[in-house]
């Protein structure tokens, strides 16, 4: 590709993003939060704006507030033994699709998006005021908020750059959270290297590209866990352009070799 810069990567988080809450305006923030960095950083068609998970779902409301929630006795009885909140508990039974793994302190299950992951992504963590008895869900349509971002960027700077929106999630077989890209626009989430010829010329057959992912856990080196950074470009990643979904990365579940 003219004009990449092989080898190159930056990630700027934005400052100034106050506390989000139900009803915000987040696109209109973070256009307020790039004008205030475009001096020095104006946005370019290779960077990718990449937006916490979290301030979506506070933006969108997807929230619950767990001092009206009344567990069910399989909920209370796994917390007590394993020192876990029982409302919690409940609040990810009633969002998921299945129940994937239910032991060991640890609840797996698969949201309605199709995502598998520990307490179905509700969370209690950087919630803001009400933290204690307030956690968050997954937007409803990660793609959507991505969408909307994207277009408000564009609109305001003239530059189409493609949106993240990330969120943290285990790994199997491994300590350790990463952040993964749970919605996109803008952009393919994947991309699928097999038929082309790696540097020595050999047919890759099985190499799929997470590069949504990888961008998201670029951010997130960026944004850290407690200095309030939501948001960050990435600058150099150059992921293929394209009206990509974040369904693109779900595998089917004949292939899981694991149920």
Sequence with gaps: MSGVQAGHLEVFALAGIPEVR?????????VAALRAAAEALPPRPDDVLVVTQKIVSKAEGAI???????????AVEFAKRWD?????????????????RWQNGVLITETPHGFVCANGGVDASNVGPGSGSIVTLLPVDPDASADRIRAAVREAFGVDVPVIVSDSFGRPWRWGITDVAIGVSGMKPIDDLRGTPDADGRVMRSTIRATADEIATAAELAFGKTARLPAALVRGAHPTLGEGRIAEVLMPREFDLFP
């Design 22 to 30: 139900p009803g915000d305006d987040l696109a209109a923030l973070l």
């Design 64 to 74: 619950v507030d767990l001092t009206g929630v009344e567990p069910r006795p399989e």
């Design 84 to 100: 876990r909140d029982a409302r919690q508990l409940e609040v990810v039974l009633r969002q998921a699709r299945r129940v994937v």
